[in-house]
């Protein structure tokens, strides 16, 4: 279970590692309260759809998973990201409520990023990867949660250093974006260094 | 088939129970309830909840400014919210000050009502209403100012204070620029607009100073000077303003919609020294004060100083003129930045934040003193407020009014 958790917030970073969900990684880190926000979020929606999805597919679509109705020769498995898109549209819509009753500024920060997440690769990824490593409903608990904060946390980082980085003196050119690529690139070469702790 | 047949049902089922989910989800987060809104210290209204600010003030005719139709760009619709400060929205902290966001300031376009709500108002707010005014005459002042008087109801001619604006609003349209009528003498400067077309889909609104006198004001009359605005010359292909466009299209008799009078822009009351800064269509609020303070018999020296281009830009010059000669202590003075050879110019020439520098700061014992009232293009405005700063006036004693939004 460790080494799950530890993979799935350092070295399978899914922003860092795997360069997942970037568009919004760039876009909503210019502050370091709207990332916190939105980290919050992808943790939730993560820590949720991964399980969800995980329980769908271990009793509906999995080779044999529908035999306890008695069809087990049924192979639903071609459905899932259909159903898993679907899962988690739903969540983020869920998510998109309860932001606009409860933290309306954040909701209005979020902006269009919010609703995107439906979309997020890091999102559906965290659902495949589930799915392609077989981790059983409770380490899918683990990695979902785990991968979410791993997100989250890069983000934060992320978004701390670009605020930063706006007192600094760069060059005219890399500011704003170049800049940020850049910075992307260091940390996740900070963050493959962890793949050396793991071992 | 059996697989094709669980893969359907699985799916129509799966579809189902998220839409259920999220439809209880909806109806427990977003109810259906009323919500009371308390302004000032009247009796409480009722609105439903969600709704924003704005729109349920609207509903009960309280119409706040709102330039920018609820988008959180103008920051015109602001309320004080009263009781425990509420997280400002990202448009509210763009707009608004630290120091005023401590003070509870919000815009209303950005609050939804989610539980009762008191709000503080300006009095004067309350007294606008919606109106209809109809267009008694129009003529051009310069070739691309139009000064259009509008009948309006007289409780409403009779609460606007000088330096208020009105919003008037602009139905749907497709206007093109060779149907307008422009005056003999402007007609070259009209040759190359006339291709120039403004469609408009919905309504849209805008805001436009109250240039009034008290003499107008009394005979029921709304001056106002549009601007037309143009595509910025960089990019000439960008339709022309909205609502300026019709406002040069509209004809005697027609009716307008709008909405006021708003704003607080206001000559101080007292006896300091008054400097009005303008140019352009920065002339309407100025107007509006100058008449207003001679009007009341100010006895303190009041200094008006236009900016222009050129001998064609400058309007109502007489008027002040014939001012001066009634009032010692009124004094009036243009600078033309650009004049032609023909215009036979032999006053102050260049801008007027250096002719107020030459004219008058350099030579005023106290110009600190003064209380500054700007009106006019953004890089005036900015030019004036640095010679103001190099003079040593505090930012305190300089009132301006911001178009450019
Ligand atoms: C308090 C207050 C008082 C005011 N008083 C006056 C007044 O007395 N007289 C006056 O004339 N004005 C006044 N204004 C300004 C007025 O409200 C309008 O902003 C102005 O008339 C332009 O409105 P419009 O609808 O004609 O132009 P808009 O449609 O708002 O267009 C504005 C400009 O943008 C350009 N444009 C169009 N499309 C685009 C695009 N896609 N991208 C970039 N640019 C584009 C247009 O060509 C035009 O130059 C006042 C404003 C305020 C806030
Ligand atoms: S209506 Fe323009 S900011 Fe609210």
Request: neutral net charge; charged residues 20%; aromatic residues 8%.
């Amino acid at each position: 279970m460790t080494e799950i958790l530890f993979a799935a917030i350092l070295t399978d970073n899914l922003a860092l590692s795997f360069f997942l969900g970037i568009c919004t990684f760039l876009a909503v880190s210019q502050r370091l309260s709207t990332a916190l926000g939105l980290g919050i979020a992808v943790i939730v929606v993560q820590g949720v759809t991964v399980p969800v999805n995980a329980l769908i597919h271990a009793v509906l679509l999995a080779p044999g998973a529908l035999h306890w109705i008695g069809l087990p020769e049924i192979d639903l498995s071609f459905l899932r990201i259909i159903v898993f898109i679907g899962v988690i549209a739903a969540m983020v819509q869920l998510m998109e409520l309860l932001l606009d009753r409860f933290v309306p500024a954040l909701h209005r920060a979020l902006g269009v990023f919010l609703p995107l997440i439906t979309v997020n690769c890091a999102i559906l990824g965290g659902s495949l990867f589930m799915v392609e490593r077989r981790y059983d409903p409770l380490e899918a608990v683990v990695w979902g949660i785990g991968s979410g904060i791993g997100w989250a946390l890069a983000i934060i980082a992320f978004a701390a250093i670009r605020e930063r980085l706006r007192y600094a003196d760069m060059p005219e050119g890399l500011r704003g974006l170049g800049g940020a690529f850049i910075v992307t690139g260091l940390m996740s070469l900070g963050f493959s260094g962890f793949g050396g702790l793991a071992q | 088939m059996t697989g094709v047949l669980a893969g359907v049902v699985l799916l129509v089922t799966l579809v189902l129970a998220l839409s259920t989910a999220l439809l209880i989800a909806r109806r427990r987060l977003v109810p259906d309830l009323p919500v009371a809104v308390t302004v000032n210290d009247r009796a409480p209204f009722e609105s439903r909840f969600g709704t924003d600010l704005l729109g349920a003030l609207a509903a009960q005719d309280i119409l706040l400014p709102a330039a920018c139709g609820g988008a959180g760009t103008c920051g015109q619709c602001r309320v004080r919210v009263r009781g425990e400060i509420v997280a400002p929205m990202p448009a509210e902290r763009a707009r608004l000050s630290r120091a005023e966001r401590r003070q509870g300031m919000h815009l209303a376009c950005q609050i939804r009502l989610r539980a009762p709500l008191t709000i503080e108002l300006p009095e004067a707010i309350l007294g606008a209403r919606g109106f209809e005014g109809t267009v008694l005459r129009t003529r051009f002042l310069t070739p691309l100012i139009r000064e259009i008087v509008l009948d309006a109801p007289p409780d409403v001619t009779a609460s606007v204070k000088a330096g208020a604006f009105v919003s008037l609003t602009a139905p749907p349209h497709d206007l093109g620029f060779d149907a307008i009528e422009v005056p003999e003498r402007f007609s070259e400067d009209w040759a190359e607009l006339r291709a120039l077309r403004a469609i408009v889909t919905a309504p849209v609104t805008r805001a436009y100073s109250i240039a009034s006198t008290p003499a107008d004001r009394r005979q029921g009359q709304l001056v106002l000077l549009i601007r037309l605005a143009l595509p910025p010359p960089d990019r000439p292909r960008l339709p022309p303003g909205a609502v300026s466009s019709w406002l040069f299209h509209v004809k005697e008799g027609a009716r307008i919609a709008a909405s006021g009078p708003h704003g607080d822009f206001r000559a101080q009351q007292g006896t300091r020294e008054m400097v009005l800064v303008g140019g352009g269509v920065g002339m309407a609020p100025l107007r509006a004060i100058i008449h207003e303070r001679l009007d009341q018999g100010a006895p303190q020296p009041i200094s008006f100083w236009y900016g222009a281009r050129r001998r064609d830009d400058l309007f109502y010059a007489e008027e002040f003129t014939a001012l001066t000669r009634h009032h010692p202590n009124f004094r009036f003075e243009v600078a033309l930045s650009d004049p032609r050879p023909d215009d036979g110019w032999e006053g102050r020439t260049g801008f007027v934040h250096v002719a107020l520098r030459e004219g008058f700061l350099r030579d005023h014992p106290e110009p600190e003193a003064c209380d500054y009232y700007l009106c006019g293009p953004p890089l005036m405005i900015a030019a004036v407020m640095g010679v103001l700063n190099e003079a040593g006036v505090p930012p305190g004693r300089i009132f301006f009014d911001d178009f450019g939004s």
